[in-house]
């Protein structure tokens, strides 16, 4: 396996790393996946939900997506905020009249 030594570290080609992760951690354990594509975990997770965002869409949010203070992790749904999170704002102004 070819490498490059820049500055002490050690760079791989994408193939190269993808390879030698493999040999570290088995085959099995190892799947490359790109910043424009999403992991099988991802894929199995969300194809479950009601209504599953598009590839694109996920990609984008994905931190969001994945946060379940936003999405019920297994189901999908919304976690919406109490009273959609106006009532306290509502509230606040009335006191002030």
């Not at 570290?9 to 994408?14: D, L, M, P």
């Not at 910043?35 to 965002?53: G, Y």
Request: net charge negative.
């Amino acid at each position: 396996m070819e490498h490059l030594i820049v500055n002490g570290i050690v760079e791989f080609q994408e193939v190269e790393r993808n390879e030698y992760f493999k040999k570290m951690y088995g085959a099995e354990n190892v799947e490359w996946t790109s910043r424009d594509t999403l992991s099988i975990a991802d894929r199995l997770r969300i194809q479950k939900w009601r209504f599953p965002p598009n590839d694109k869409l996920y990609i984008e949010y994905k931190q969001v997506y994945q946060d379940s203070l936003y999405y019920n992790q297994v189901t999908g749904e919304i976690n919406w905020l109490t009273d959609d999170g106006f009532f306290i704002w509502i509230k606040k102004r009335q006191d002030h009249f």
